[in-house]
């Protein structure tokens, strides 16, 4: 298949998965890590991927270009802004380790709007999935600032840069409870067995 999408994939695999006792990106689902199962789906269609993470060792094995956070203990936009400042095209589709149903033509479809704005954002009336959206490396300035400033929290740069949010009443094409589901917890885990 061909990688039409002229940008890089990023996953984040920074967390201390303390929730769930041990690293959440090797769970198995289906006989498969959920890191592994992730880059199945992206790999066919984005020009790079490339894991954060502040543990690199643990993913040695899967041959991908691994970059730790710049900014260490300031949360997942550490690993944003490490994301960007690394990848080798102009933007990037961004995805935690711990969500494995993940859709990759919605992945692409948030890429489509990268023409326009700096970054895009699933919405779902008030709640946002920033760790499951698309961002332009001219974001690198918004997010630095931010993280200087030691906000941690992701949307903390968005009123800095043109931001696209996707707004999921308005499109069910979707299952997105699926697709953002995420496993933090043991609980979560065994749900996402009987999902998968």
Not at 31 to 51: H, Y
Not at 113 to 126: M, S, T, W
Not at 127 to 147: F, G, I, M, S, T
Request: aromatic share 12%; net charge neutral; charged share 20%.
């Amino acid at each position: 298949m061909d990688k039409h999408c002229p940008y890089s994939a990023v996953i984040l695999a920074g967390g201390s998965s303390s929730r769930m006792k041990t690293n959440k990106a090797l769970l198995q689902l289906n006989g498969k890590p959920m890191l592994t199962i992730i880059i199945e789906k992206l790999q066919p269609f984005f020009q790079e991927i490339i894991i954060i993470s502040n543990t690199p060792a643990q993913y040695a094995n899967y041959n991908l270009p691994i970059y730790t956070d710049i900014f260490p203990n300031r949360g997942p936009l550490s690993g944003i802004h490490s994301g960007l400042k690394n990848i080798t095209n102009q933007a990037a589709f961004f995805v935690a380790c711990d969500m494995p149903f993940l859709d990759s033509s919605f992945a692409i479809k948030l890429t489509d709007y990268l023409g326009q704005f700096q970054a895009v954002v699933p919405r779902q009336g008030k709640y946002l999935q920033p760790l499951h959206a698309a961002y332009r490396k001219d974001c690198l300035p918004a997010v630095e600032q931010a993280l200087q400033l030691e906000c941690t929290k992701i949307r903390s740069f968005y009123d800095l840069v043109e931001v696209k949010y996707y707004d999921l009443i308005d499109n069910a094409d979707y299952n997105w409870e699926k697709i953002f589901f995420n496993v933090n917890t043991p609980e979560e885990y065994q749900m996402a067995l009987n999902i998968s």
